[in-house]
């Protein structure tokens, strides 16, 4: 069985998330501050905020691994992201002739220009 190892999720999936928890807060305040039952609009009013709140976030909330990420970033790149094997069959069939080598160098050229490099720290 796959394990998810992290999740992600978008910064307005974040800031729903934040208005959730203040809904709650002023949920709690307003249940502590009445001495009887609150009034059911009241709590319809801030419970439809606090649900509608946590959907909205947790829709936005996303499994990832390392093979997740991998695969949208080659997405991004316009890249098909092969399983293991097919990326050996494929690397082993280009090194056979010039032109597919030429090709192996020419897609690790494109790649380095896509992706960012980490600066060299100074001495």
Known sequence: MHLIDRYEMSVPG???LIDARSALNHLQRLVQATD???ESEQLI???TTVVEALHE???DVMPVN???VFMR??????YIALSPREREVLHE????NNDGKEDIYRMISETLDLKPM???EPQ
């Open 36 to 38: 009887g039952k609150p």
């Open 14 to 16: 974040h800031m729903k």
């Open 93 to 96: 069939i280009r090194c056979c």
């Open 73 to 78: 970033q080659a997405c991004e790149w316009n």
């Open 66 to 68: 390392d093979h997740d």
């Open 118 to 120: 980490p600066m060299p």
């Open 57 to 59: 976030a947790a829709d």
């Open 45 to 47: 009013d801030l419970l």
